[in-house]
């Protein structure tokens, strides 16, 4: 049997599903080779990994969380440095299922992004079988056993990835609301000044954007859920400042608009905007406090804070009550 598969099939039920068919309470081995693999990724697929006699396993990038998880259920993960393949064969003496294509053991590469994977179920015989299983075992006998080093190695390139591409998302995002907003790139130069007036005015001139956008709408908060929650995809951009509360988006630090996504899902109300712009800065203040490395924007909040509750000109400026 050949079936090709993306995610709108559930790639891991259906494999999990025809793994249990075949093989049922009869033993069985795992060979696993994949370019990327974390926790995430193994307890999609943990039960054929667990319930199997036999599981092997071969990477290019691990996490330490993925790495300990494999090593508490008696699997070694072992390291090939160049390795890009997707590899999955669960084989016993009769029979076998194997997927080939772009998934890595990981949520997003099982679940979330479009991929492309091709499933092979058939009995051992099959010459199918005898290529994939020879490539698995040169894969194999080419790879080395993950040490401590490794482990420190690949969870500070990891880190670098993740804070890589979280920056070029906001940036992206940043650029979609930029365009929706009518903010030309003059503002946006000055929302990255060191000096105080180029600052106020950035923020000035985003405030009276988003107030315009939000014009009619019964409740402030909405200023974060109306056009551009529509068109930059707000909930996203939260997420991501989560992950990247050091960055900054339209001249506000991101955790900033990660906590006013965090009071939307809440559902808060308030009696006015400004009511609403105060508690998204205590709340941020609380957060970056907690955080480190992350100074200039706690700064920015409390020193933004000050101004709302003590000079009632800015306090008209920033936002209409």
Request: proline share 2%; hydrophobic share 35%.
């Amino acid at each position: 049997m050949i079936r090709i598969l993306t995610r709108d099939d559930d790639i891991p039920s259906i494999l999990i599903k025809e793994v249990h068919n075949l093989f049922k309470t009869r033993g069985f081995e795992v060979d696993i080779a994949t370019a990327f693999v974390n926790s995430n990724g193994l307890m999609i697929i943990k039960d054929p990994l667990t319930n199997s006699d036999k599981s092997y396993l071969v990477t290019s990038n691990i996490t330490k969380k993925a790495y300990n998880w494999l090593v508490n259920h008696r699997i070694e993960p072992r390291l090939y440095d160049d390795l890009h393949a997707k590899l999955y064969i669960m084989h016993n003496n009769n029979a076998y299922i194997a997927l080939i294509g772009s998934s890595n053991l990981t949520k997003r590469g099982l679940t979330v992004n479009f991929e492309v994977d091709v499933m092979l179920k058939g009995e051992v015989t099959d010459s199918y079988y005898e290529q994939l299983l020879k490539i698995f075992n040169t894969i194999w006998n080419a790879s080395r056993p993950i040490t401590q080093n490794d482990l420190a190695l690949l969870q500070s390139i990891n880190k670098n990835v993740k804070v890589t591409i979280t920056r070029n998302e906001i940036i992206h995002i940043e650029h979609q609301a930029l365009k929706l907003l009518g903010i030309n790139k003059d503002a946006l130069i000055k929302c990255k000044s060191t000096d105080k007036e180029d600052r106020k005015q950035c923020i000035n001139t985003i405030y009276n954007k988003l107030r315009r956008l939000t014009q009619g709408n019964t409740l402030p908060e909405q200023a974060f859920r109306t056009e551009i929650s529509k068109n930059a995809h707000i909930e996203k951009l939260g997420k991501l400042c989560h992950e990247a509360p050091s960055e900054w988006f339209l001249g506000i630090p991101c955790i900033m608009i990660y906590t006013a996504y965090e009071l939307g899902l809440e559902k808060r109300t308030y009696n006015s905007g400004i009511s609403f712009y105060e508690d998204v800065l205590e709340e941020s203040l609380n957060k970056t406090r907690k955080i480190k490395e992350i100074e200039n924007a706690t700064n920015f909040i409390e020193q933004e804070l000050a101004k709302i509750k003590n000079d009632k000109e800015y306090k008209e400026q920033i936002i209409h009550p």
